[in-house]
């Protein structure tokens, strides 16, 4: 039982902060919650639940072979960003491509992945954007499957214009992260490797507070998930998912300052949060 309605006296670094019980959704903490920010890679959430929702109505299944695009080899090869390379002469499956997306955050995974659905990413991001409106998600607009901003796509964007981003609110990341886990609790067996092995290379999941991933010394014993983001627009940015004694909860921070203050604001708030129960 929850002695207080929420965390009190905690300051967060960051623009903005949520904390949920993933259960009942009861707010344990907000900070600037209903701004829209830039999403970066916490985007790819939607990516997942729609491929999920596809797999489901049998547009597409887990062995689907999906062929590479002029578009998708661009992204996959561009330096700088999060990716697994993909080559054009190569089969993948869905499968293949929804592990690299989900463990390693790879940008040409996910718009392969939103190609094989909806046949062009500008059609996927109209259905990202229809179940956006679905989820009562009013401070979320996507202009592509990625989160990368559109300057980063190049000649390839399609949606907004050149200088637009995927944006949502740290509220409406909360709830799409509920809403996905709740519908497809086994993705957690998935995002909580500590990596993908594709054709012997080793590719390492970004989420530094699994219990699995030691070298940095921000694992927390329960994370078993969920995305982490960054872009120079949106900062450093983490949704999270930890379970304690049968309480589970999420967690979303954007725009910290590196890639540890992410884990290390989102740590505070788990460790305020069960101090509570």
Not at 5 to 14: C, F, G, R, S
Not at 69 to 83: L, N
Request: hydrophobic share 40%.
């Amino acid at each position: 039982m929850v002695r207080f309605l929420k965390i009190k006296d905690l300051e967060i670094n960051a623009s903005s902060a949520y904390l949920i019980n993933a259960e009942t959704g009861r707010v344990l903490y907000e900070k600037n919650s209903d701004l829209p920010l830039p999403t970066a890679s916490m985007s790819k959430m939607m990516t997942e639940l729609l491929v999920l929702e596809a797999i489901d109505k049998q547009i597409i299944n887990w062995d689907t072979s999906v062929s590479i695009s002029d578009y998708v080899y661009a992204i996959s090869s561009q330096p700088g960003f999060a990716s697994v390379h993909l080559e054009q002469d190569k089969v993948y499956t869905v499968k293949d491509l929804f592990d690299a997306m989900a463990i390693h955050s790879a940008n040409g995974a996910a718009i392969a992945l939103a190609e094989a659905v909806a046949t062009s990413e500008k059609d996927f991001v109209m259905k990202m954007n229809e179940k956006a409106e679905q989820l009562g998600l009013a401070k979320s607009q996507f202009v592509n499957s990625t989160g990368l901003d559109n300057e980063h796509l190049g000649k390839y964007f399609s949606v907004g214009t050149f200088e637009d981003t995927n944006t949502m609110s740290a509220k409406d990341i909360a709830t799409l992260a509920q809403y996905l886990i709740n519908k497809y609790p086994e993705l957690l067996e998935v995002i909580s490797q500590n990596q993908y092995i594709k054709n012997d290379q080793y590719y390492h999941n970004t989420n530094w507070m699994l219990p699995g991933v030691t070298a940095y010394g921000l694992a927390y014993q329960g994370v078993d998930g969920l995305k982490t983001g960054f872009t120079d627009l949106a900062g450093y940015c983490f949704a999270g998912t930890v379970e304690e004694d049968g309480v589970r909860l999420i967690s979303v921070v954007m725009g910290t300052s590196s890639k540890t203050e992410r884990f290390e604001e989102t740590e505070k708030l788990y460790d305020a949060a069960f101090e509570l129960y």
